[in-house]
T-cell receptor
């Protein structure tokens, strides 16, 4: 079963507008972490924002914020004031931890295009 | 965050050959990982590189095909052996430092094409 679901293969937004990228997750562990990464066409993976399952407040990092709705198991990324440089693939990932090790499980990603 | 150098950045190889990818970190890190990203796909964990011992492989990945070394806390290699066109992918090294909520940070990746 897919543990991270990103239902939007592609999204378009006008420059300077806000956009929300959806992410839902599935886990029975009470302790988990959720991450968003950006992958430009050059291929590198850039960490954007983190939300822990016990965090009381939604995470924010500059223009990025995470709309965390624990009961609905969603962790949507909100990008405010979009810029042309925001055009990239965006991946939601969940941290699975066991026996002193961990791994990230990634969603399929959303391709964001920012139009001038 | 740690600075991660991954080499080579890209390569074109003949089928049946092997290629070793290097990942160097500028500081000691707790864990190192290797991921594969096939064309148009998401990232999949190949294995966790363990210092001084055999790597821990995910289901579907085996040591004979993807031997991994990690001789110390700042360096790891991934070898893609006996390559076929299906191995054409981006291979990414990632590292994890200590601390609650710390993210994995990724190298710039190696774009590998097999002819």
């Amino acid at each position: 079963a897919q543990k991270i679901t990103q239902t939007q293969p592609g999204m378009f937004v006008q420059e300077k507008e806000a956009v929300t990228l959806d992410c839902t997750y599935d886990t029975s562990d009470p302790s988990y972490g959720l991450f968003w990464y950006k992958q430009p066409s050059s291929g590198e993976m850039i960490f954007l924002i983190y939300q822990g399952s016990y965090d009381q407040q939604n995470a924010t990092e500059g223009r990025y914020s995470l709309n965390f709705q624990k009961a609905r198991k969603s962790a949507n990324l909100v990008i405010s004031a979009s810029q042309l440089g925001d055009s990239a693939m965006y991946f939601c990932a969940m941290r699975e931890v066991w026996g002193g090790s961990e791994k990230l499980v990634f969603g399929k990603g959303t391709k964001l295009t920012v139009n001038p | 965050s740690a600075v991660i150098s991954q080499k080579p950045s890209r390569d074109i190889c003949q089928r049946g050959t092997s290629l070793t990818i290097q990942c160097q970190v500028d500081s000691q890190v707790t864990m190192m990982f290797w991921y594969r990203q096939q064309p148009g796909q998401s990232l999949t964990l190949i294995a966790t590189a363990n210092q001084g011992s055999e790597a821990t492989y995910e289901s579907g990945f085996v040591i004979d095909k993807f031997p991994i070394s990690r001789p110390n806390l700042t360096f790891s290699t991934l070898t893609v052996s006996n390559m076929s066109p299906e191995d054409s992918s981006i291979y990414l090294c990632s590292v994890l430092s200590t601390g609650l909520g710390q993210p994995q940070h990724f190298g710039d990746g190696t774009r590998l094409s097999i002819l």
